[in-house]
């Protein structure tokens, strides 16, 4: 209990304290989020301004409908929703890191998410990256549970979570379908296999069923996710964005406002339209240019998982560059960590699988299947730094035991984690344990 009570401690002041130095960012409606929950609230419409839309996904503005409900106090609402969603997170990472038997290193995990620089700072802005990473913790934490106990009462939750996340962003899609094909394998026979399959995949299609089939109502197309794919696509795929890759200062950021100027002469009235011909246009570019294709899909990965947040406004003041800074030195520390933890379990399941005893592998199968589906998404379309934020929680998971693992290479002693063979007793060589 008093674990749990200090990272709510330390989340409300991290995240509140934040929103107290930005007060005017939740005003802000950026990417039209707000303007979408106003139409539901006081239209019963999903809606950016008058039009029916499927341009965004729609769980964050359902979300969203309460606080807007409170009028002037909306933004209230929005910082107390994202507090309670940060809050989640936060908590769901420690129970993550419980299942993983990180033992005293789970609090680690946690707190690395509670002061992660961009959940931090997305969470002062009406925009999906603090929901995505609530669902993206619940999702790896539901998945952990059926696959402890594996069974059809616990693999409907869990799908049902994954559909969640996916309706607040599509890019979970391809980690709900991987987990669907990897989640039987828990279970011994062929009959429990193919019910725990049915049952995470029926749980995820009433999630997403109301979502598509109003779509196909509206549009006469049944869309799962949504009509900004093609966008997205389109702007990492674009001779503007191939020429800033040729010529371009290396670390500066590139503006998309010659392509939005182009597109927007041309754009089709229809918002399926719309979608598919920024689709065809991109495919006709990647086409065109397979080597720039390929060289811009390295960049995407990169800048994925770059430390180094891109200067974006010409006049930054000092105080933003100081901050630009500290969250640089932040991912400097915290992403070679990661990728120690992924050595760590990496060196660990060689060792288990050499004496064939029970480690609790579970957790960083679904942890690597999110990272490696959001990867796989990221390299085709738009990436920048913050769309790794539903990645957190599992980046904090293997930099916390990234950092137990070179605690104990260091002090060239056993640290032993719950289960582990090697406790009590002193090894030549790091403790292997996971």
């Known amino acids: 209990m008093r674990t749990i009570l200090l990272l709510v401690s330390l989340t409300l002041l991290v995240r509140g304290g934040a929103m107290l130095a930005a007060p005017d960012a939740l005003r802000d409606d950026v990417d039209r989020y707000r303007a979408v929950a106003e139409n539901l609230y006081y239209r019963g419409v999903f809606a950016t301004i008058e039009r029916p839309t499927a341009y965004r996904p729609p769980l964050y503005p359902v979300l969203l409908v309460p606080a807007v409900a409170l009028g002037?106090?909306?933004?209230?609402?929005?910082?107390?929703?994202?507090?309670?969603l940060g809050v989640g997170t936060v908590l769901l990472t420690w129970r993550l890191g419980q299942q993983a038997q990180l033992g005293?290193?789970?609090?680690?995990?946690?707190a690395l998410v509670a002061c992660d620089p961009i959940l931090v700072r997305q969470s002062t802005l009406v925009m999906t990256e603090t929901p995505a990473a609530f669902f993206a913790a619940a999702g790896l934490v539901a998945l952990g549970r059926a696959t402890q106990c594996p069974s059809a009462g616990r693999a409907a939750p869990a799908g049902g979570c994954l559909a969640a996340a996916s309706l607040?962003?599509?890019?979970?899609?391809p980690w709900l379908a991987a987990c669907a094909l990897a989640l039987p394998c828990f279970v011994p026979t062929t009959a429990?296999?193919?019910k725990v399959f049915a049952l995470f995949v029926l749980a995820a299609a009433v999630v997403l069923s109301p979502w598509t089939l109003r779509n196909y109502a509206r549009f006469g197309k049944p869309i799962v996710s949504t009509t900004h794919g093609g966008y997205n696509l389109l702007l990492g795929n674009n001779p503007f964005f191939y020429e800033y890759l040729r010529s371009g200062a290396?670390?500066?950021a590139w503006f998309s406002g010659d392509l939005d100027r182009q597109w927007l002469a041309e754009i089709p009235a229809s918002e399926t339209d719309?979608?598919?011909k920024a689709y065809d246009e991109a495919w006709r570019n990647i086409r065109a240019e397979p080597g720039m294709f390929a060289y811009a899909?390295?960049?995407r990965v990169a800048r994925l998982f770059s430390p180094f947040p891109h200067q974006t406004d010409p006049h930054e003041g000092r105080s933003a560059r100081a901050l630009r800074y500290a969250a640089a030195a932040w991912y400097v520390a915290e992403l070679p960590l990661a990728l120690a933890g992924a050595v760590a379990v990496g060196l660990a399941w060689r060792a288990a699988t050499a004496r064939a005893n029970g480690e609790p592998w579970a957790p960083w199968l679904?942890?690597?299947l999110l990272v490696l589906t959001f990867v796989a998404v990221h390299a085709f379309y738009w990436t920048d730094l913050r769309m790794r934020a539903p990645l957190m929680p599992a980046l904090a998971l293997a930099a916390a035991r990234g950092a137990g693992w070179l605690a104990g290479a260091i002090g060239r002693r056993c640290r032993p984690w719950p289960g582990d063979s090697c406790a009590g007793r002193r090894p030549s060589g790091p403790c292997r344990g996971l």
């Not at 002037?72 to 309670?84: D, E, F, R």
């Not at 005293?104 to 946690?110: E, L, M, N």
């Open 72 to 84: 002037a106090w909306s933004s209230v609402g929005i910082a107390a929703l994202h507090l309670a």
């Open 104 to 110: 005293g290193w789970a609090w680690v995990a946690a």
């Open 168 to 173: 607040c962003r599509p890019t979970f899609l």
């Open 192 to 194: 429990q296999r193919l």
């Open 250 to 252: 290396w670390g500066t």
């Open 274 to 276: 719309a979608d598919r």
């Open 297 to 299: 899909c390295l960049v």
């Open 366 to 368: 679904w942890a690597g």
